[in-house]
């Protein structure tokens, strides 16, 4: 009896594994016989209750594939089209930053304090456009290409090593002739963001590091027309206007092909059909529905956020940032935090808000130690840098120390090659960071993560509390 029981226990365990593995069927209908698509739209219902339930379904969906877009988006419209703002360069064209990130940097929330940063969005709607990378001698860059969804791709000193090249970037339907002596990196969108970081790990390499900026160049193989038109910017407050930018993305820079089904049902929202976002939103039932739909994944989006990460020891590390599929409440939640993440092969960030004890890091109460037993394991370098938990920026302070890493002058290591970093408001010594008179968080990060980190070999011990 035993035996028997041991046996279905087995076989169930190798079904409920084949279930595991198992991927979705497909097929493609176009080589069965008189197989014929639908010519007409699908239904929306008469009754306005049911209506309005379905469509708030519809704009649930719409809302979580948008997100990412459509804060991308925003980001385009401001340095490429709209021409009255600050920050405006145009398409194809650098923006550099030309100051390490400190207190109240604007761009975004928790950047590095170690790398100078560049942005440039991509219109390669009239062709490819030629990427310079000049020679680093050794000094860490990435290029990091995102499209509108966020997804991630890299030419870097990881990916190419410093020596420098020429690239043609370009969609990957583009069939012309490459150049001699260029590279080809074939990109999803016609429309792409660069968020361009250049190692700098101290204020005296800054001329130098501004210099090699300047040496990265984009030359586009032709000129867009002028009378082009773009939405205005929204954000997932707005349903009516965040559904006009989806609708332009969707039409102007695409979706994987895989994804056609999904984004085939936002037509009921006026993206990608033949009515308008206008029209949908002049039935109230419709509008009532959406303004449902893009709350609730607002709430979605709002209370998964804390699961962007796998927790351990106090710390939490990336799931799988920067290569999203079709994991549309993930992508939301993490580029509802901050766009721009890159893949872990490249930029393995941890992240804690609490200490050994499970309490939340507060600079009011306490001072704190954290001891690594041996350093991140990077193929380029490592930083520990300090965040003020509501501002999500760097903290000020009279020193302008913000972080300790492998290029801290004078890093004290320990004779067992550990090294242990200390947080307090009166912050002295290479090996201690300055943090705030309240909550604060910590990232750690390492560029180009080593095997034994990828693998978690390597560890990373709890804050532990000082005593004052």
């Known amino acids: 009896m035993r035996r028997r029981i041991h046996i279905l226990t087995l076989a169930s365990a190798l079904i409920l594994s084949a279930m595991a593995q198992a991927e979705p069927r497909s097929y493609d209908a176009a080589k069965a016989d008189q197989f014929l ?68 940097y604007a761009t975004f929330k928790t950047p590095n304090a170690d790398t100078l940063y560049s942005n440039a969005y991509l219109d390669l709607t009239q062709g490819p456009v030629l990427l310079f990378v000049p020679p680093t001698g050794g000094r860490y860059y990435t290029v990091n290409l995102l499209d509108l969804y966020g997804n991630a791709t890299n030419i870097s000193a990881r990916t190419h090593g410093t020596g420098g ?18 590279t080809l990196f074939r990109v999803t969108q016609p429309y792409m963001w660069i968020l361009m970081r250049i190692e700098a790990e101290a204020p005296a390499v800054l001329p130098e590091v501004r210099r090699l900026q300047d040496a990265f160049t984009l030359r586009a193989s032709a000129t867009a027309p002028a009378n082009r038109s773009f939405p205005a910017p929204a954000t997932i407050e707005d349903p009516e206007a965040f559904l006009k930018i989806l609708d332009w993305v969707i039409e102007q820079a695409g979706v994987r092909n895989e994804e056609l089904a999904h984004v085939h049902t936002f037509r009921n929202l006026g993206v990608g059909g033949p009515r308008t976002v206008e029209e949908i939103w002049s039935d109230e039932a419709m509008q ?19 699961q962007n990460g796998v927790s351990s020891d106090g710390w939490r590390e990336p799931l799988d940032i920067g290569r999203y599929g079709f994991n549309y409440t993930y992508r939301a939640n993490v580029n509802s935090l901050g766009t721009g993440a890159n893949v872990r092969l490249e930029n393995f960030a941890f992240t804690t808000f609490e200490d050994a004890e499970g309490e939340a890091l507060n600079g009011a109460k306490h001072d704190y130690v954290l001891r690594l037993a041996s350093p991140p394991p990077a193929d380029f370098f490592w930083s520990v840098t300090v965040y003020d938990r509501k501002s999500q920026e760097l903290v000020p302070n009279a020193r302008r120390k913000y972080l300790v890493s492998d290029n801290t002058e004078g890093l004290i290591r320990g004779e067992d090659g550990s090294v242990t970093v200390t947080f307090s408001r009166d912050a002295k010594g290479p090996n201690a960071i300055p943090i705030p008179d309240g909550g604060f968080y910590l990232a750690l990060r390492a560029q180009g993560p080593r095997r034994d980190m990828l693998d978690k070999t390597w560890r990373l011990t709890p804050v532990q509390k000082l005593r004052r």
């Open 288 to 306: 009532q529905g959406i303004a449902a739909g893009f709350a609730d994944a607002r709430a979605v989006i709002a209370s998964s956020v804390t």
């Open 37 to 104: 698509e639908p010519l007409a739209e699908d239904i929306v219902p008469n009754d306005s209750v049911s209506r309005q339930l379905h469509i708030r379904h519809t704009a649930y969906n719409a809302a979580l594939f948008g997100q990412v877009a459509v804060l991308t988006y925003n980001q385009i419209y401001t340095q490429a089209i709209d021409r009255s703002t600050d920050r405006f360069v145009g398409f194809n064209r650098f923006a550099h930053d030309r100051d390490l990130a400190g207190p109240g």
């Open 165 to 182: 090249g020429r690239y043609l970037l370009a969609t990957t339907d583009w069939g012309g002739e490459v150049p001699q002596g260029v």
